[in-house]
């Protein structure tokens, strides 16, 4: 098992950044794929992005071209940088680990994007 914390998330007004941080309690990123989820009031869990072991990145269509994933392995942290914010990204954001034995999951920050 490792312990995921999410930070950064708040509330901003569109077109305005945000840069999520999930802090794992030990180094994980050469052996699991990493993942950014996001909740809406109402909706499931949908996936962002993600970023395997080997450094590959995957976005979904809506945030492609605003949002960058990026880890720091000296850190044991997995970043989401949030660009061009749009009132439709207003979520709570998920870090996930997938490490062949189930996924693990963080608690979960607010962002919250107005007009």
């Known amino acids: 098992q490792v312990q995921l914390v999410e930070s950064g998330g708040d509330s901003v007004q569109a077109g305005g950044s945000l840069k999520l941080s999930c802090a794992a309690s030990?180094?994980?990123?050469?052996?699991?794929?990493m993942g950014w989820f996001r909740q809406a009031p109402g909706k499931g869990r949908d996936l962002v992005s993600s970023?395997?072991?080997?450094?590959?990145?995957t976005y979904a269509d809506s945030v492609k071209g605003r949002f960058t994933i990026s880890q720091d392995n000296a850190k044991n942290t997995l970043y989401l940088q949030m660009n061009s914010l749009k009132t439709e990204d207003t979520a709570v954001y998920y870090c996930a680990a997938d490490c062949g034995n189930g996924r693990n999951w963080g608690q979960g920050t607010q962002v919250t994007v107005s007009s």
């Open positions: 030990r180094y994980i990123f050469s052996s699991c794929r």
């Open positions: 970023i395997s072991s080997h450094g590959t990145t």
